[in-house]
């Protein structure tokens, strides 16, 4: 039964994910999470084009988010103080931005791995279109 379960779970993860692949969002950075608090800066340029939401998708240890800036090709700065704890291989909800599709600048967020020391965690931010 939890050999069920198991596969269930990674099938679904992968269709997640394969969606993401499939251009319904694009890969906007990586980052590597370790256990102190940190804040971490993605560049994104107006090549990647419009986007309408973005979403974290974290994988080795857990990871708490604490806040999330997004920074706008027309100098606007929307703030998402979030103070949430993503699970290992797990996803963001969707966290909508304000206005119609935007051209993002750049991505500054402040957050820090809840594993065992030692034990990172990867970060990824997707820009749903």
Wanted: positive net charge; glycine residues 10%.
């Amino acid at each position: 039964m939890q050999i069920r379960v198991v596969l269930f779970a990674l099938l679904v993860s992968a269709g997640v994910l394969q969606g993401y692949a499939q251009g319904r969002a694009e890969l906007l950075g990586t980052r590597r999470v370790d256990s102190r608090l940190d804040r971490d800066v993605i560049p994104v340029t107006f090549r990647d084009g419009f986007f309408t939401a973005l979403r974290f998708v974290v994988s080795g240890a857990p990871v708490r988010v604490h806040k999330c800036t997004v920074h706008f090709g027309n100098g606007t700065v929307q703030d998402f103080p979030m103070q949430l704890v993503f699970r290992r291989n797990s996803a963001s909800f969707r966290i909508d931005l304000a206005g119609n599709r935007r051209i993002i600048e750049k991505v500054v967020f402040w957050y820090d791995a809840q594993g065992l020391p030692g034990r990172d965690a990867t970060l990824r931010l997707y820009g749903l279109r």
